[in-house]
């Protein structure tokens, strides 16, 4: 064959080629790595948008329309990666969440010895947070659970397993500090609610005098438990 016939032959494989990777399905491409990467960011975004909104202002303080405008997407595209609605999109918010949190607690255990440090620059860290942003975003969920009673049981789960895995870290540690189990539970679940009482305080009161107070105490209480 010659050099030009290859060369017309092998135009023609690649034209075959592209008009593959454009092949819709119900006017939507398929196939498209750019496309899937763009659905994946879009639905990524809604999930870190939607959980600074539920964070400000709790669930049902945040209406469907204003996570639209913040998201600067349409009601199909929202329906398109959360088919059941704002809960769903809430249940994206306290998995992720739960991915986030539960990192970062690790990741501040690891980098001191005692348990007492670790806690202190948690709510350190909280602290900041708030009096950086002027809300608690990033680092909790009280806002978003302080409603749960009301919310469907899915929801409840997320909530539930999200406090699970915290109180996990925190026995972990207590267990390798010396603790028994049955004190190691008790004292993980004591952290728990101080810290997420805190919190609730810091947000009705707009300070952070709260996490403060907690911040001195909770460590020297938990060194002499």
């Known amino acids: 064959m010659s050099e030009l016939c290859t060369r017309i032959v092998e135009k023609k494989k690649n034209t075959y080629i592209a008009r593959l990777i454009f092949v819709t399905v119900k006017n939507r491409p398929v196939g498209m790595v750019g496309g899937e990467i763009q659905n994946m960011d ?48 809430l249940i994206a918010c306290l998995q992720s969440l739960n991915d986030a949190i539960t990192t970062d607690i690790e990741s501040i255990f690891q980098q001191h010895l005692s348990t007492q440090e670790a806690i202190h620059a948690i709510i350190e860290k909280l602290i900041a947070n708030l009096e950086t942003d002027g809300t608690l975003t990033g680092y909790t969920f009280s806002s978003i659970v ?10 409840r789960n997320a909530c539930g397993a999200l406090y699970e895995k915290i109180q996990d870290i925190y026995r972990t540690r207590l267990l390798t500090d010396g603790f028994s189990y049955e004190s190691a539970s ?33 460590p020297t209480i938990v060194k002499s438990y």
């Open 42 to 89: 879009t639905k990524s975004m809604m999930v870190d948008i939607a959980t600074k909104l539920f964070q400000q202002k709790g669930y049902k303080g945040v209406g469907l329309n204003e996570i639209l405008k913040a998201c600067n997407v349409s009601k199909g595209a929202l329906y398109h990666h959360f088919p059941n609605g704002k809960e769903e999109l």
């Open 146 to 155: 302080s409603e749960m009673a009301s919310l469907s049981e899915p929801v």
């Open 186 to 218: 008790s004292v993980s679940l004591f952290m728990i609610a101080s810290i997420e009482g805190a919190l609730l305080l810091c947000l009705t009161q707009k300070s952070t005098d709260p996490l403060k107070t907690i911040g001195t105490l909770l």
